[in-house]
């Protein structure tokens, strides 16, 4: 059984190390067969876009041997090779203005080395007509080539929050303007990228660039597994995964589907795709968790939600447009975009309109993907506003468990809860006593608490039942008045008569938020 490679982006070395690979050369085939072969891909981080362009490479250059037994094999010319300009433009990230002008310069002088050019560069301060002129002089001597970006919108990321982004995005402007200057020389471009940060010229200049992101449903399913994939390609390791589990391959697909699947690109396909690098890791393992907040902190999201005030709970059901998605302005990063592409949103549901002029979509539903997406943005996100680094959060949620499991309400609520609220930044204050309610349901279900949410009962409704094996807890919130008057009421409208029966001890559960201080305002517990 071959082994699944997690941390290896070079096509050639998977294939000589007889690591298993998932063909996707018919679609690359398609992509490079061309005329006008001019394109940009934006996908999540971890979904395969290095190796794709490492494939890319391989191919252009004619490396036959390669690609036996793929499915491009008999269907590409091999006699014809290109020279290829392969850049990964993270290597270009710096922390100063000065910093990337010369490692954008470095780009040029690298090309320039590795294909034997003697270039006189006529405006040496100027990073971007170096690159246009390395491009020109690579042209002339040695014909059509190919050009290959990788992650190209990575050294903008470093100026976000900083007085200097405007100066880096006039930079990178100038630098991938060199691409206009030269497309009647290239053969074929890829570029990839997890945001579309608009007003770049790569963008606003290459008027036959075409954006494979959404509107090419072909290619829907190029970066990631699909359904299918795992069943075929990766069978044998699926039925060692089952193994492990110590269940039927269907119920093992069943909870891989669960955690890693349902990344949907495009509102003109149904093709869904699973995590790559996730599969990658849980199949061996045997384990299902989050791996893909191991490859990189959501640092720059996180702190976009709190911007704007949104809880992982508010992304159940967002609104928006395929136009609202296919920008994201990097002077102001609109959240829905931002969390789309970096993919903690993805479609759910797409709205179509008829016209006179034909069907059209005219809205989509985003939703959180998977299971795996939505521990790790409710992890992320309350460790991040409570300020706390992932050792102390993670013992933070490791006691409030423990005082779950073992029914110990009253530190859960006394001192757990208590701790919640006084982390809440000094904008988030809770203006109501739903606003208040919120908080704490987030935060019981990052710790994996069955509560119902205002369960009806025959004079109303109770604000939260949570139910362990320990016990059943009935919780009544109010703002600004009395945690009496919240016992009172389950009291009185009788919440919690329903349980009587209930071998388990009912337990009352009285909470008032006092917006003067910020936090609950001694709560009351007692037994039914």
């Not at 269907?75 to 100063?96: E, F, G, H, I, Q």
């Not at 100027?126 to 050009?147: I, N, Q, Y």
């Not at 829905?336 to 993805?346: A, E, F, N, W």
Request: proline content about 4%; some cysteine.
């Amino acid at each position: 059984m071959k082994a699944i490679a997690t941390a290896n982006y070079d096509f050639e070395k998977l294939i000589t190390e007889g690591c298993v690979y998932v063909d996707k050369t018919d679609m690359l085939g398609k992509l490079a067969s061309a005329k006008d072969a001019i394109y940009f891909i934006s996908r999540p981080r971890r979904f395969g876009k290095s190796l794709m362009l490492s494939t890319f490479k391989c191919l252009f250059e004619g490396k036959k041997k390669l690609f036996k037994g793929l499915k491009i094999e008999k269907k590409w010319d091999w006699s014809k090779t290109y020279p290829v300009v392969s850049l990964n433009m993270r290597k270009t990230s710096a922390p100063t203005i000065a910093a990337l002008d010369k490692n954008l310069w470095n780009v040029s002088k690298k090309i320039s080395a590795e294909y034997g050019l003697k270039i006189k560069w006529r405006d040496c301060g100027d990073c971007g007509a170096a690159f246009s002129e390395t491009l020109e002089a690579l042209a002339k001597k040695h014909g059509p080539f190919v050009l290959l970006i990788d992650e190209y919108d990575v050294p903008l990321q470093t100026f976000l929050r900083t007085g200097k982004l405007g100066a880096a995005r006039a930079m990178l402007h100038d630098f991938y303007g060199g691409i206009k200057d030269n497309v009647g020389s290239i053969r074929f471009l890829m570029m990839t990228g997890v945001s579309k940060f608009t007003k770049l010229s790569v963008f606003s200049a290459l008027n036959n660039l075409t954006d494979l992101t959404m509107d090419r449903p072909e290619f829907a399913g190029m970066l990631g597994y699909t359904r299918k994939e795992i069943e075929t390609t990766l069978a044998p390791q699926l039925g060692a995964f089952a193994r492990k589990l110590r269940c039927t391959r269907e119920e093992a697909l069943k909870r891989l589907l669960a955690w890693y699947d349902s990344y949907r690109f495009s509102p003109y396909s149904n093709v869904k795709v699973l995590n790559p690098v996730s599969v990658g890791q849980a199949l061996p393992s045997g384990i299902l968790t989050d791996y893909w907040s191991k490859t990189g902190v959501p640092t720059l999201v996180v702190e976009r939600l709190q911007a704007g005030g949104k809880m992982p709970s508010d992304l159940a059901e967002v609104a928006t447009t395929p136009g609202d998605l296919d920008v994201c302005d990097a002077n102001d990063l609109p959240w829905i975009p931002l969390l789309y592409q970096s993919g903690y949103l993805t479609i759910k549901k797409v709205v179509w309109t008829d016209s006179p002029d034909g069907r059209y979509v005219s809205g989509l539903v985003l939703g959180v993907p998977n299971f795996e997406v939505r521990e790790n943005l409710k992890s992320n996100f309350w460790r991040t506003i409570m300020h706390m680094d992932e050792s102390s959060f993670t013992s933070f949620v490791d006691v409030a468990k423990r005082q779950l499991a073992e029914g110990n309400v009253d530190a859960l609520t006394n001192e757990t809860l208590f701790s919640l609220y006084a982390a809440l930044p000094s904008t988030w204050r809770a203006k109501d006593e739903a606003e208040a309610k919120r908080y704490f349901f987030m935060f019981m279900k990052l710790l994996g608490a069955t509560v119902h949410a205002e369960q009806t009962s025959a004079r109303g409704y109770a604000d939260a039942i949570m139910e362990t094996r320990k016990g059943v807890y009935m919780f009544e919130f109010k703002f600004n008045r009395s945690a009496k008057a919240a016992i009172r009421q389950i009291r009185e409208k009788g919440y919690a008569d329903a349980y009587k029966a209930d071998k388990r001890p009912v337990t009352l559960i009285g909470i008032n938020f006092s917006a003067k201080k910020r936090n609950i305002d001694e709560p009351i517990i007692e037994p039914l």
